[in-house]
């Protein structure tokens, strides 16, 4: 079974230039997550999505992203315009929210991330 | 408000010495869970192991074991005879409430070195 597909994995891109992420999570899982990895401030959450609705968008950084779940198969990040300090690892994540045993499926799986650089 | 904290930012051990990973958590709730990460060099992130707050089990999966104790809020994880395989980034990470909705939020994480 695949897990969480990402790309493009690196991108390079200058100043001003419109960045989109792209990201399929696991078949059957109804929880997206999109994170933003720096050195400055480790994992944060950016927003996440159920049933391909955003729940909570409050760690988007500004107005310059956006993301949006058009099917259950398909998620992109959008970054316009970028910025050097955009620069970071960008991982989506997906889980799914049955139960087993009383507890929620809470554990995200991630995809491999999207290093991008902004120049 | 909650909070993870790792106050190891690096260890580094000689191969097949034991290490133990500090996590340290802070909550209201009294429904949570506690998750361990690991992120190896090639950079993607693997899930180890989630705990409820019910379950103060300790928990041992061949040369890991994970210690959770509720009175100290801890949820320490340790590498028995560690490889060089074991050499990663290990993030411990606490959810609140019961949701498969609820956020997940990570330490700043342990940079572990396993020398040959």
């Known amino acids: 079974d695949a897990g969480v597909i990402q790309s493009p994995r690196h991108e390079v891109t200058e100043m001003g230039q419109e960045v989109t992420l792209r990201c399929k999570p696991i078949?059957?899982?109804?929880?997206l997550f999109w994170y933003r990895q720096t050195m400055m401030r480790g994992l944060e959450l950016l927003i996440y999505?159920?049933?391909?609705?955003?729940?909570?968008d409050s760690g988007m950084p500004e107005d310059r992203f956006s993301a949006k779940m058009p099917n259950a198969s398909f998620s992109t990040l959008k970054i316009q315009p970028s910025e050097p300090r955009d620069s970071a690892v960008y991982f989506c994540?997906?889980?799914?929210?049955?139960?087993?045993?009383?507890?929620?499926?809470?554990?995200?799986?991630f995809g491999p991330g999207t290093r991008l650089t902004v120049l | 408000a909650q909070k993870v904290t790792q106050a190891q930012t690096e260890i580094s051990v000689v191969e097949k010495e034991d290490v133990t990973l500090d996590c340290v958590y802070e909550?209201?709730?009294?429904?949570?869970?506690l998750f361990w990460y690991k992120q190896p060099p090639s950079g993607e992130l693997v899930f180890l192991i989630r705990?409820?707050?019910?379950?103060?089990q300790n928990e041992i999966s061949g040369r890991y074991s994970w210690n959770f104790q509720k009175s100290t809020s801890s949820f320490n994880f340790t590498i028995t005879a560690s490889q060089v395989v074991d050499s990663a980034v290990y993030f411990c990470?606490?959810?609140?409430?019961?949701?498969?909705?609820?956020?997940?939020?990570f330490g700043s994480g342990t940079r572990l070195s396993i020398r040959p």
């Open positions: 994540a997906s889980s799914f929210g049955g139960t087993s045993g009383g507890d929620p499926y809470n554990e995200q799986f």
């Open positions: 078949s059957g899982h109804d929880y």
């Open positions: 999505f159920n049933n391909n609705v955003p729940i909570d």
């Open positions: 909550t209201r709730d009294t429904t949570y869970y």
């Open positions: 705990r409820n707050s019910f379950d103060e």
């Open positions: 990470a606490l959810s609140e409430g019961y949701s498969s909705a609820s956020k997940i939020i």
